[in-house]
């Protein structure tokens, strides 16, 4: 802040202008000095052209040195010399137009100015609308967070009349409640060097002629007439300054496909999709555990009977646990484990005891003739 106060100090002592034109300068060339000063020139009024007339070569070169002499003695009145004594001289070459020289000889010549530069309408126009601005025209606010400030709410409650007693109070309904808030709109355009846009849509063209018409009808303290189609009994625009911006298109935000999907093939494959669909959604340690306390349940053990504790290492490394009665057979356990773990439903694997290695074979022996009881078997796939 320290660094614009200087700024708009030394701008108001090379301009001689107020405070509030100097900041408003400042502030729409984004603080620099030298852009801020330029755009004062260019707005101020354009000196009349020189005229080439019929006189004489002397006379001509006569009335450029007094010129320039008066000038001359202009700047050496000043104490000092500020950047508007030397931006002046350039300033009017670029106002006053190409200049040419014709005929003449070896002591004298003709000098014609071509016509006055033309200024940028549309760029007059956009300044403009800052300008509305500062003069007070227009509302002016800092940007910030839309959450960080607080809403300003009207009250919409019931009132009451008073009147000269306790029962001569009248209650007065409130009127529309929440309709004008539903026909307000805030549209935001955002200036920039190339052009504008409104409500970070695509850039629009100064020289577009309904785009003219757009920023007049806000000089005005008009609604655009694109924005009063929509209908909305208020609209606020919101005009952000960017002109010292170059404009960059936002990219896309990335949008995930939410539509619908179609199985192509036989009825078979959709329902191995809707199993593996499944399967994927829940939580697989969860549908393990489910899966082995319904494969238990499913063997019908009797307390009755003599039982024992069979550990199964899986040949994914995972390992089930079960109590089985001793006239459970092999293929008891089989089913225990494809039950456990359905996606061995198919697989071609083999069954063996720990130590030693044996392989069991006949699904028709119980636990009891196999030797099985509190034995830990192993799982392998062929």
Known sequence: MADNDALITQFMDVTGVQRDRAEFFLQAANFQLDVALSSFYEESVDAPPAVASDSSDDEVLSGVKETADNKKRSYGNQNFATMSSVREPEKEGEERGQAFYAGGSEHSGLQVLGPPKKKNPIKDMVSEVFRQAQSGNLEQFESSHDGDLPSFRSFTGTGYRLGQSEDDSVAVASGSKGKNKQQEETVTVKVYRQGFTVDDGELRSYEDPNNREFFESITRNEIPAELRKQGKAM????????????????????????????????????????????????????????????????????????????????????????????????????????????????????????????????????????????????????
């Open 235 to 382: 609209v606020h625009v919101n005009v952000e300054n960017h002109l010292s911006d170059d404009f960059v298109k936002n990219t896309p935000k990335f949008k995930a496909f939410t539509g619908s999907g179609h199985t192509l093939g036989s009825p078979a494959p959709a329902t191995v999709e809707e199993i593996t669909t499944t399967a994927l959604s829940t939580d697989p340690k969860a549908k393990n555990a489910e899966n082995e306390a319904k494969a238990s349940s499913n063997l019908n053990v009797n307390q009755d009977q003599p039982t024992t504790m069979l550990s199964i290492r899986l040949t994914d490394g995972s390992r089930l646990s079960a109590r089985f009665n001793l006239s459970h057979t092999i293929q008891d356990i089989r089913n225990f484990i494809v039950a456990s773990r359905p996606e061995y439903t198919g697989r071609n694997y083999i069954l063996l005891t720990t130590f030693p290695n044996k392989e069991l074979t006949n699904p028709d022996d119980t636990i009891q003739q196999a030797g099985l009881q509190n034995a830990a078997i192993l799982q392998r796939l062929k």
